[in-house]
């Protein structure tokens, strides 16, 4: 059986313990068998060997070969650099190893957080002496005493209580304190009153309680395996990347094993070939890729975290642009959660409630200001806001009242009220406020225009009435009751006063009068329903999913323009009991609210729409959000709300908790990917130009070019900032008019290799030969003479293509800001990043062209002004060519 549905006695029992507690030996034979209470990781990879496998997957190993083969090269020819080729590779590796074992790392902080939940020491009874021990030594069978202000370290079920209230907020999400009781229970455990869980808070009265349940054991051990086990899958940008490696790999390979057999064809030696075969290769690698999608990806996050997303992960920053539904909670939110009284339902009318012409003695507002735990200190407002906000329509209206509280029988959810019994001006009174359905049926009186009268059927139903009026508002509507209490009959010695008792809550909460109806707001944050709009407009679903009642769910829907026509609204009973094929057809509908929701419930969801197809972003906040948030594609955490498990368990989070900043991250999301696109195309087309003068050499026995080291400058140097510029590109206006990525969509499709390869990259491939050929004749070389490596006119030859290549390059940078539209449309001037990249890109060629360190590290040599003149308009030649392309493909 249950443990919670067992008598103390049995409970005890089966546990083997006594109220005495344990005794020592047994505890420390007990702490043995089932370790200690701390929650423990699963089988997790060790950090180093993490940070190893940093430099095994895929785009590595690709790297690892091109080091590999100019590191073999440098010791079949050697005085190329090939060798400085290798090391500067290999360093390439390094830095993006460490750039996401840093990311790794940051994952792991998900189970610390969980164990700082959990209290150091505990008060515990062993042997019948009450003392205080460390809460990791707990074992099943303690007692555990528990007193305001306690976090509990450990499942137990409760043998004693005086009015105990446990905050579940970090293991359910639900805010409101619940009571409980120490009596047996038919209940769910979660459910169960008489139990309380390892990692909630004691927020009033005392108990004492026998431990059943510690370490991974408890619900929160449950949760934390839960999230550990839950492994994410490569986001959408990396598994491109993946793909766009190895469709690079497959082409570098496939040419060089080519141009190595057409060698032996045309008689070439067998390690000239090979030579030759390595340098096209890696010719071919785009080793700068690698760095620049990460530091592109890292601007990115920095540009949304200005917009208060904090994205943790990098590649999250660009699969928030493929989401395709967001599963929103309300409160907080979608809405300011600042709950503020609005409307009253009174005398058979609805009043505002901002209207304070009330008498001073209205009853329903005595209510409001008795019937509550908050406070008013230091000018402002304190305690739970929906009662705040009572407190605050009390003081405003009415004013204060000399009171004295007797007795509290404090709200939990299934009662579903709060009572207290207080003394105003001698006279006893009870007031009790709560949900409709709750309060009603213990009204046989109402208070109408003053006077009580009896209350009929007719009356029940306006008020039902009322109160549906209100919730279809957006409403949270609480029912407010009041009668006389005329205590026991004692009297003061001293005064001759009567002096009240707090009955049983039966007879207390009996026979009352049903005062009226006050309806609270919680306003939608104002910038909301343009970006729902967005969301709408850029073909992602948005559904809503809340605790609130599915009334005040729909009209807040309403409001902020997530619903516009006929809702489909589930319940949480309701989804309880259906299957998953049942689920599937709900979450078909276009429109969408989940309302009575828990947490827990978020994981199903998110499972069940990520088989249908889609990428799915989760917001949450507590806990129990946990699991869902790491299963999604992105979770997304509350900075403000949220608990500390739930921000490690996110890819992003909130820093002020806003519904808007999600669109927002969204559409830099979609930016961020268009800008990889943008950079890929960028750095491929230099490709073409490192690789011509390879076939050139080979098809027409010309001296090689263009040397290794050169390409090595311009792929992880001179393309550097450029690029990462074309990544710091604004989203368009058009971004989020745009339905999400198909998941067929690639990132390296025709339409970027075509545009690389075929159409810019031959034009570069064009200055470059031109540049040194040029230079060739204009020093006097013939047709067929082979010039040695340190050669001065060869030098100075290769240094023209190197750096036609560079000034082509600068055009190309322009070109490449849109694949579709025109940059003059764009606005040719606004993206700065840009000229401090080619401004960058020149002072690195001027260093390379005219300083001796440059000349000794790259092979090169001065060359005159008027070369750098000659080569200028290839840049011109081909940012127009790109304009027309863009002109004739718009038309």
Request: glycine share 8%; with cysteine.
């Amino acid at each position: 059986m249950k443990i919670s549905s067992l008598s103390k006695e049995d409970a005890l029992r089966q546990l083997v313990s006594s109220e005495n507690g344990l005794s020592e030996a047994e505890a420390a034979k007990r702490l043995s068998e089932n370790g200690l209470n701390e929650i423990s990781a699963v089988a997790r990879t060790p950090l180093f060997l993490k940070f190893l496998g940093q430099f095994t997957h895929f785009l590595a190993i690709l790297l690892w070969i091109g080091a590999g083969l100019s590191f073999l090269s440098a010791y079949l020819h050697p005085g190329e650099g090939m060798s400085t080729l290798g090391g500067a590779i290999i360093g390439v590796i390094l830095i993006n190893a460490v750039f996401t074992f840093i990311q790794e790392f940051r994952a792991e902080k998900a189970l610390e957080a969980l164990k700082k939940l959990l209290p150091m020491y505990v008060q515990t009874i062993r042997e019948g002496v009450e003392k205080e021990i460390p809460a990791r030594e707990i074992v099943p069978g303690d007692i555990i005493m528990l007193a305001e202000g306690d976090m509990i370290p450990a499942d137990a079920r409760l043998i004693e209580s005086s009015t105990l209230k446990v905050n579940n907020a970090s293991l359910t999400g639900e805010s409101e304190a619940s009571l409980r009781d120490h009596m047996p229970a038919q209940d769910e455990l979660l459910e169960s009153p008489n139990i309380v869980f390892a990692g909630t808070a004691v927020t009033s009265g005392s108990g004492k309680a026998l431990v059943f349940a510690t370490g991974m054991g408890t619900e929160f051990g449950r949760i934390a395996h839960l999230t550990s086990a839950v492994e994410p899958s490569l986001s959408p940008l990396q598994k491109e990347i993946v793909k766009a490696t190895r469709l690079v790999a497959t082409i570098a390979a496939l040419v060089g094993i080519f141009f190595f057999g057409l060698g032996l064809f045309i008689g070439r030696s067998f390690w000239e070939n090979f030579i030759f075969a390595i340098g096209i290769t890696v010719a071919l690698i785009p080793e700068g890729m690698l760095p620049t999608v990460t530091l592109s990806l890292a601007m990115a996050s920095q540009r949304m975290a200005k917009r208060k997303a904090l994205i943790k992960s990098l590649s999250s920053a660009e699969t928030l642009g493929c989401v395709t539904v967001v599963c929103t909670d309300k409160t907080g939110t979608l809405t300011q959660n600042r709950m503020t009284a609005s409307k009253i339902w009174k005398d058979d009318q609805v009043i505002d409630a901002r209207d304070h012409g009330l008498l001073a003695g209205d009853m329903l507002l005595q209510t409001a200001l008795l019937c509550n735990n908050a406070r008013f200190a230091e000018n402002e407002y304190k305690g739970d806001p929906t009662e705040a906000a009572l407190l605050k329509l009390g003081r405003e209206s009415i004013g204060g009242i000399s009171s004295q509280r007797i007795a509290e029988i404090p709200f939990d959810s299934e009662r579903k009220r709060m009572t207290t019994l207080c003394k105003v001006a001698d006279i006893g009174y009870v007031f009790t406020k709560g949900a409709m359905e709750s309060i009603l049926p213990l009204c046989s009186r109402s208070l109408v225009g003053g006077a009580q009268q009896q209350m009929d059927d007719m009356f029940r139903q306006k008020a039902t009435e009322a109160c549906h009026q209100l919730m279809d508002m957006g409403l949270r509507v609480l029912a407010f009751a009041y009668k006389e209490y005329k205590g026991q009959g004692d009297r003061d010695k001293g005064t001759g006063k009567e002096i009240l008792h707090a009955a049983d809550p039966q007879s207390l909460e009996a026979d009352l009068v049903f005062a009226g109806l006050i309806g609270l707001e919680d306003p939608p944050r104002p910038e909301v329903p343009d970006a729902i709009r967005k969301c709408h407009a850029a073909g992602i679903k948005v559904i809503m999913i809340t605790g609130d009642g599915s009334r005040t769910a729909l009209a807040i829907a309403r409001e902020i323009e997530l619903v516009r026509g006929e809702a489909v609204v589930v319940e949480g009973t309701e989804f309880m009991k259906m299957d998953d094929g049942e689920l599937r057809k709900k979450l078909a509908a276009k429109e969408l609210i989940f309302a009575r929701m828990t947490p827990k419930h978020k994981m199903r969801v998110v499972s069940i729409l990520q088989e249908e197809g889609e990428r799915v972003a989760v917001t949450g906040d507590g806990v129990n959000d946990a699991p869902a948030l790491k299963k999604a594609d992105i979770g997304i955490s509350m900075g403000v709300a949220g608990t500390d498990v739930a921000k490690e368990a996110a890819d992003m989070i909130l820093l002020d908790d806003n519904f808007a900043t999600i669109v927002s991250a969204v559409e830099e999301g979609r930016a961020v990917y268009e800008n990889i696109r943008k950079f890929i195309t960028y750095i491929f087309t230099s490709n073409i130009p490192e690789a011509v003068p390879y076939l050139a050499y080979i098809l027409l026995k010309i001296p090689l070019p263009l040397t290794i080291m050169q390409i090595l400058a311009v792929d992880l140097g001179t393309d550097m900032l450029p690029a990462l510029a074309l990544g710091t590109e604004r989203p368009t206006p058009s971004v989020m008019k745009q339905p999400p990525r198909s998941r067929d969509k690639r990132l390296l499709d025709f339409s970027v290799i075509s545009r690389a390869y075929l159409f810019l990259g031959p034009i570069e491939a064009v200055a470059c030969m031109f540049g040194f050929f040029y230079v060739m004749y204009e020093g006097g070389w013939h047709w067929g003479t082979m010039l040695q490596p340190d050669n001065i006119l060869y030098m100075q030859a290769t240094t023209a293509c190197l750096t036609a290549i560079v000034i082509s390059q600068a055009g190309n940078v322009f070109a490449c800001r849109s694949s579709g539209e025109s940059v003059f449309g764009l606005g040719l001037l606004k993206n700065r990043m840009i000229f401090m990249g080619i401004g960058f890109e020149l002072c690195l060629q001027l260093f390379i062209v005219y300083t001796p360190w440059g000349n000794s590290i790259f092979s090169s040599a001065p060359i005159s002004l008027h070369i750098w003149l000659i080569l200028l308009p290839f840049a011109f030649l081909l940012f127009f060519a790109d304009e027309l392309r863009k002109t004739l493909t718009r038309s």
